[in-house]
């Protein structure tokens, strides 16, 4: 078996060091209460820290309530939010790991929510994977628009104040951002349709406007849509390129979250099947990519390292072994220790 050329490899992006190129990306975990992170969430990230993840991205955690994908999604709307997120980057930190979290509106997409709310008044039009929990929203006016930028700067501040490594935001599978610059589901007549980059663009600059001048702006995209009607990879260039102009600096590159797959419109599912979206914004953009889609294999993830992106993303894999890397390094270099990186002292013997 070959050795890994590329995943151990330290990265740094303006002041975010990296001790390898392993990302825990984003996955909803649906324990919260009120928004606010509990043991479990504490326990779910700082397992990956000790488990030698070189960044850990807090699943999407919403700017308001109605913001949230669920009930029982995370928040960042109020201060005891905030302080209980300190823990756990706190603990994140301890293990030698770097934490970023991603924040969100879910717009259109809210379940089991009174006031949905989108660009325009269309409804999403497709089955979650709960079950059918979806309202038609109601088109959000342009002051209220205002009073969500403002409040997507409010809670990078707060994550900024709870000791953050990093901010992503979530444009990406259908939530407010995407919902914005996809031509679909933005059919407005003002400012916001006319430029339908425009929302995206006025969110990336007010963030920045508050974040540290060295703390990277992550920005997840769909870089295509799948379902019918859906823009493509070209119109994901140009999503990509006008937000980089805006500020982001690093882009997480995926494709998809928007409603039903179109046949012929999306990869078919495999290893690695989102990877080419990576590599194409990677190289139109010049910024840094994560890629995302099944790279649960390390061959395969350390492969996609040396042409497609700069960090990968593994989410699955993640969750069913806390200790994925600890383990791919294991099973690479059998019972030769030193062939093994960021091994925790307590578990020293497990890897002899």
Same mark, same amino acid.
């Given at each position: 078996?070959?050795?890994?050329?590329?995943?151990?490899?330290?990265?740094?992006?303006?002041?975010?060091?990296?001790?390898?190129?392993?990302?825990?990306?984003?996955?909803?975990?649906?324990?919260?209460?009120?928004?606010?992170?509990?043991?479990?969430?504490?326990?779910?990230?700082?397992?990956?820290?000790?488990?030698?993840?070189?960044?850990?991205?807090?699943?999407?955690?919403?700017?308001?309530?109605?913001?949230?994908?669920?009930?029982?999604?995370?928040?960042?709307?109020?201060?005891?939010?905030?302080?209980?997120?300190?823990?756990?980057?706190?603990?994140?930190?301890?293990?030698?790991?770097?934490?970023?979290?991603?924040?969100?509106?879910?717009?259109?997409?809210?379940? $089991?929510?009174?006031?949905?709310?989108?660009?325009?008044?269309?409804?999403?039009?497709?089955?979650?994977?709960?079950?059918?929990?979806?309202?038609?929203?109601?088109?959000?006016?342009?002051?209220?628009?205002?009073?969500?930028?403002?409040?997507?700067?409010?809670?990078?501040?707060?994550?900024?104040?709870?000791?953050?490594?990093?901010?992503?935001?979530?444009?990406?599978?259908?939530?407010?951002?995407?919902?914005?610059?996809?031509?679909?589901?933005?059919?407005?007549? $003002?400012?916001?349709?006319?430029?339908?980059?425009?929302?995206?663009?006025?969110?990336?600059?007010?963030?920045?406007?508050?974040?540290?001048?060295?703390?990277?702006?992550?920005?997840?995209?769909?870089?295509?849509?799948?379902?019918?009607?859906?823009?493509?990879?070209?119109?994901?260039?140009?999503?990509?390129?006008?937000?980089?102009?805006?500020?982001?600096?690093?882009?997480?590159?995926?494709? @998809?979250?928007?409603?039903?797959?179109?046949?012929?419109?999306?990869?078919?599912?495999?290893?690695?099947?989102?990877?080419?979206?990576?590599?194409?914004?990677?190289?139109?953009?010049?910024?840094?990519?994560?890629?995302?889609?099944?790279?649960?294999?390390?061959?395969?993830?350390?492969?996609?390292?040396?042409?497609?992106?700069?960090?990968?993303?593994?989410?699955?894999?993640?969750?069913?072994?806390?200790?994925?890397?600890?383990?791919?390094?294991?099973?690479?270099?059998?019972?030769?220790?030193? @062939?093994?990186?960021?091994?925790?002292?307590?578990?020293?013997?497990?890897?002899?």
């Amino acid at each position: 078996m070959a050795k890994f050329r590329y995943l151990q490899k330290p990265f740094t992006l303006k002041g975010l060091s990296l001790k390898n190129r392993i990302v825990m990306p984003p996955m909803c975990q649906y324990q919260a209460v009120d928004g606010v992170p509990n043991d479990w969430h504490f326990v779910h990230y700082t397992s990956r820290a000790i488990g030698g993840v070189g960044l850990v991205i807090v699943e999407m955690t919403n700017i308001a309530p109605n913001g949230r994908i669920s009930p029982k999604c995370l928040g960042l709307w109020n201060d005891n939010q905030r302080d209980e997120f300190a823990k756990i980057v706190a603990s994140v930190h301890k293990y030698d790991a770097k934490i970023a979290i991603q924040i969100a509106h879910a717009g259109r997409k809210a379940e $089991d929510c009174d006031d949905v709310v989108a660009p325009s008044a269309i409804h999403y039009g497709d089955l979650d994977f709960k079950g059918q929990n979806l309202k038609t929203p109601r088109a959000l006016s342009t002051t209220e628009i205002d009073e969500i930028v403002d409040g997507f700067v409010k809670s990078v501040q707060r994550a900024i104040d709870a000791g953050f490594d990093a901010i992503e935001l979530h444009g990406a599978h259908g939530y407010l951002i995407h919902q914005f610059h996809a031509p679909k589901s933005n059919q407005r007549d $003002d400012e916001y349709g006319q430029d339908r980059f425009l929302f995206g663009e006025k969110v990336i600059k007010a963030v920045k406007a508050v974040m540290p001048s060295d703390m990277p702006l992550i920005m997840r995209i769909s870089a295509q849509e799948y379902g019918e009607n859906g823009y493509d990879s070209d119109y994901g260039v140009e999503i990509a390129k006008r937000y980089v102009a805006a500020g982001v600096d690093m882009l997480h590159i995926s494709g @998809g979250g928007d409603g039903v797959l179109a046949v012929g419109h999306y990869p078919e599912f495999s290893a690695g099947y989102q990877v080419f979206l990576a590599s194409k914004i990677k190289h139109a953009t010049n910024v840094p990519t994560i890629a995302v889609g099944m790279l649960d294999n390390p061959q395969l993830a350390d492969n996609v390292l040396a042409r497609d992106a700069d960090l990968v993303a593994v989410g699955r894999g993640l969750l069913r072994d806390p200790h994925w890397w600890l383990n791919a390094q294991y099973n690479q270099v059998g019972a030769d220790f030193d @062939g093994v990186n960021d091994v925790p002292d307590s578990y020293e013997r497990g890897y002899f």
